[in-house]
């Protein structure tokens, strides 16, 4: 069973387009993230996210809006994209937010072109 | 503010060598540290963590990590590399609060028949 999966797992698009990727994860988990590797791997968080709590980081545009519908799930909605926003994004959750000491359990990735 | 900073890029050994991936932290306060490894085209898997538990941690493919708090530095070890260790490791930090990870540039790991 996969523990936390992702879709599309690749994703090529039109600049302005607006796209959205699906996380699940089935760890029971409360909290999710979302982060973004860039084209020279380096990994940044985009946010943190539990049933109470939405951390935004503040260099992330308002372009991208995380959702979830339930606790199982954390989508990420990006509007007008831009060729920037290229990147592999992923998904990841853990058992509790704020606690240092959780492992965070991550997705495969979802390679996003934007041409 | 808590950081990484790992050494090298680029790091190759030949196969049955010894495999040393340096990481270097900054943190106010005790830090936890994690090395993740990332095999080509999927995600990050867990392969140890300190919790401050034992400042020798051992994890999964026969890797270890020592934490020094005199040197801040959290590197990773194998006695003898294997083919499949080829793959980016990635050494992060906890973030705080925010429960987010720290994460370093990342080293790739080749290894030479």
């Known amino acids: 069973d996969t523990a936390v999966s992702q879709t599309p797992k690749y994703l090529v698009t039109q600049m302005g387009n607006d796209k959205s990727i699906k996380c699940e994860q089935n760890?029971?988990?409360?909290?999710m993230y979302w982060y973004k590797q860039d084209s020279k791997k380096f990994l940044k968080i985009m946010f943190s996210?539990?049933?109470?709590?939405?951390?935004i980081n503040e260099t992330v545009p308002n372009r991208f809006s995380p959702k979830s519908p339930d606790k199982a799930h954390l989508n990420l909605h990006i509007n007008s994209l831009e060729l920037g926003d290229s990147a592999v994004y992923f998904c990841a959750s853990s058992q509790e937010l704020g606690r240092e000491v959780e492992t965070q359990y991550f997705g495969p990735g979802t390679r996003l072109l934007v041409l | 503010a808590q950081s990484v900073t790992q050494l090298g890029s680029h790091v190759s050994v030949s196969e049955g060598a010894l495999v040393l991936l340096r990481c270097n932290y900054s943190s106010s306060v005790p830090p936890y540290l994690f090395w993740y490894v990332q095999y080509p085209n999927q995600g990050l898997q867990l392969l140890l963590k300190y919790t401050s538990a034992a400042t020798l941690v051992k994890g999964i493919n026969g890797f270890e990590a020592e934490f020094k708090k005199s040197e801040t530095s959290f590197h990773l070890t194998k006695p003898s590399a294997h083919m499949s260790d080829a793959a980016e490791y990635f050494c992060a930090v906890s973030g705080g609060s925010q429960g987010n990870l720290i994460f370093g540039k990342g080293t790739k790991l080749s290894v030479k028949p």
């Open positions: 760890l029971g988990h409360d909290t």
């Open positions: 996210y539990n049933n109470k709590e939405l951390i």
